[in-house]
């Protein structure tokens, strides 16, 4: 029997570990953690384990099920392909990061409370942040700190929930939760955060693409579908989800076709995959739920092999746009016939991963007779056929020749492409592999039939010649050099609102306090607290001076001598006495 430990322990300490190691045994130890991660999780039995009780509390870092597993085993695939495929970068803060957001993932997904989840949730958005921020560029910077914004205040929502959840019912337990009351409805917004539904979303098209090569491969895979997996959890069969994952599959498709920049088209891509994921979980069906879980093992494959081809793109000739590349299918046919693959599995092509994955949402929606939400994933599906089916491997490796001849991507890179390859085709030819893992019993699914494939092909098939005849007509939305507007532009916009109001207003109110407090104010107590013995002193005695027969010069050098004797504590007696004297009449006037 074999010791076993929490699934992010092996991840969150070997990240500590990496900066202690050196040349090839860095490369060979990264590539052995998740093998030793996959085989320490196999080994866990199912139900909870590693359960710490602190502070009154109980904390499970080990809820072991078949959704939970689900997810555990698409995890550790992709942080070894992911691996391998950074293994040529000599930068330790792009591991250490790489490893710790893999492990924080994985602390999510086993979680059996929300409390750790929470903790694990938070450690996410570390991880990723150093990811974007590794490419030490100001773009990527700025994008940093926007992404750590938008998640905080997710983060702030998701605690607060949790709180208001405990208040509620005693219990940190991490099941089913259901849309009904405040304390669910501020956790599911915590969670639809990292989901980026529609108008949160815009933190994914702004970040991602700005991260390194290899960062965005990881970046492309555990955010979003780890807040699928909660939404799964918790939220199952929530209707508002249908129409929010409905709107997911659609709006981001107009985004893609006019985006210029490639990572950023797969970006907005990412959001509308995960609308069927999420648009799965709120029909809440097995079916739906299957879909929704088993397109998350798919997406993560061809996301992540899409990712890797343009990565490979950018790290051999620093350009991204469609508008700079073109031709590249000449020295870089591994990394083209890759991405060929990766397109044809989004776009749901017969024989690969996305074909027998997705059309179970689809065919979920259509077996509850939702007409419209039905009507909306197909004209979504043709969408993602134009935009990252088509547009992405003809822009880069064919379309116009842009004169670039850069060498094939590196060794490791081809392999990791290579082994995402063949999981697509494997998934895709042989799906029944794929579905005894599912979280419910596939009965009444058949991916193969013969209305499906002719349907689907139909629908591949016109969509392509679309793309032809708009492209020949030259009515094809062009690609422009430009900043497309997206929901972002409210926080970056209301950011400088938000810093110019209050600047004029506590800024504003900073400077009047400072005329009238320490200007006026603390200037005049400091001037009384001076000479204001003085002063006190010649307004009683120069009436008196005055009245004995002191006026002009004699007055002043009589004023003169009386400052000179206050100031240096040497005052005639007469003088004194004077001033005795007014003070007594004072005191008596007063009483």
């Known amino acids: 029997m074999i010791d ?36 320490n999780l196999i080994n866990i039995p199912e139900g909870s384990n590693f359960i710490v009780s602190a502070f009154g509390l109980k904390f499970i870092f080990g809820r072991v099920d078949r959704l939970s597993l689900l997810f555990g085993y698409i995890y550790h695939i992709i942080a070894f392909v992911a691996l391998l495929y950074s293994l040529h970068v000599k930068d330790d803060l792009q591991h250490f990061a790489g490893l710790i957001y893999s492990g924080s993932a994985l602390g999510v997904v086993f979680a059996g409370d929300l409390l750790s989840l929470f903790i694990f949730w938070e450690m996410l958005t570390v991880g990723s942040a150093i ?131 490639l990572r950023r088209v797969l970006s907005y891509s990412l959001i509308n995959q995960v609308g069927y994921m999420v648009c799965g979980v709120g029909i809440g069906t097995q ?4 879909g929704a879980v088993s397109h998350v093992f798919a997406h993560c494959l061809y996301k992540a092999l899409l990712f890797m081809s343009m990565g490979a793109v950018l790290h051999r000739t620093g350009k991204i746009n469609c508008t700079a590349l073109g031709g590249l299918y000449r020295t870089m046919p591994i990394t083209a016939i890759c991405c060929i693959v990766a397109a044809a599995s989004i776009s749901g092509f017969p024989f690969l991963s996305g074909f027998v994955t997705k059309s179970m949402t ?47 991507a590196p060794l490791n890179m081809c392999f990791a492409m290579c082994i995402s390859a063949f999981l697509c085709i494997a998934i895709g030819l042989f799906p029944n592999y794929l579905y005894k893992l599912l979280p419910y019993p596939v009965v009444d699914f058949v991916p193969y039939s013969a209305s499906h494939v002719v349907g689907m092909a139909q629908l591949l098939l016109f969509s392509a010649l679309a793309f032809v005849l708009l492209l020949a007509a030259g009515v094809y939305p062009p690609e422009r050099r430009g900043i497309n507007i997206d929901a972002d532009w409210f926080y970056r916009k209301g950011g400088r609102l938000f810093y110019f109001v209050m600047d004029k207003c506590f800024n504003g109110i900073n400077r009047i306090s400072e005329v009238i407090f320490v200007g006026g104010l603390a200037g005049f107590l400091g001037r009384i607290s001076r000479d204001g013995h003085i002063r006190a002193a010649l307004l009683f005695l120069v009436p008196v001076l005055t009245a004995g027969g002191a006026t002009g010069e004699k007055l002043t050098l009589k004023k003169a001598s009386v400052r000179a004797a206050l100031q240096t504590g040497t005052s005639p007696v007469g003088i004194s006495a004077a001033i005795a004297t007014i003070f007594l009449i004072v005191v008596y006037v007063l009483l």
Request: net charge positive; aromatic share 12%.
């Open 362 to 408: 689809i065919q979920a929606a259509v077996e509850n007779h939702l007409v419209i939400i039905w009507f909306l994933l197909m004209v979504a599906s043709i969408g993602v056929l134009e935009h990252a089916g088509i547009k992405v491997p003809y822009f880069a490796f064919f379309g116009h020749d842009s004169g670039l001849r850069p060498k094939e």
């Open 4 to 39: 076993v430990v929490p699934p992010a322990l092996i991840f969150i300490v070997g990240a500590l570990v990496v900066p202690l190691i050196k040349g090839k045994w860095k490369s060979a130890f990264l590539l052995l953690l998740p093998v030793i991660g996959f085989i």
């Open 131 to 261: 990811l974007i921020w590794s490419r030490r560029t100001t773009a990527a910077t700025l994008a940093g700190y926007r992404y750590v914004l938008v998640h905080a205040v997710g983060g702030l929502c998701l605690l607060t929930g949790i709180v208001l959840y405990l208040r509620e019912t005693g219990s940190l337990q991490f099941g089913y939760i259901g849309l009904n009351s405040t304390a669910s409805l501020l956790i599911l917004l915590g969670f639809g955060v990292n989901a980026a539904w529609p108008v949160l979303h815009a933190w994914l098209p702004d970040a991602y693409p700005e991260s390194t090569p290899t960062g965005t491969v990881f970046l492309s895979v555990y955010t979003t579908k780890t807040a699928v997996y909660t939404l799964a959890r918790g939220f199952a069969g929530t209707e508002i989800l249908i129409w929010i994952g409905a709107i997911m599959t659609v709006f981001p498709v107009f985004f893609a076709v006019i985006e210029n920049n």
């Open 287 to 290: 079916l739906a739920i299957n």
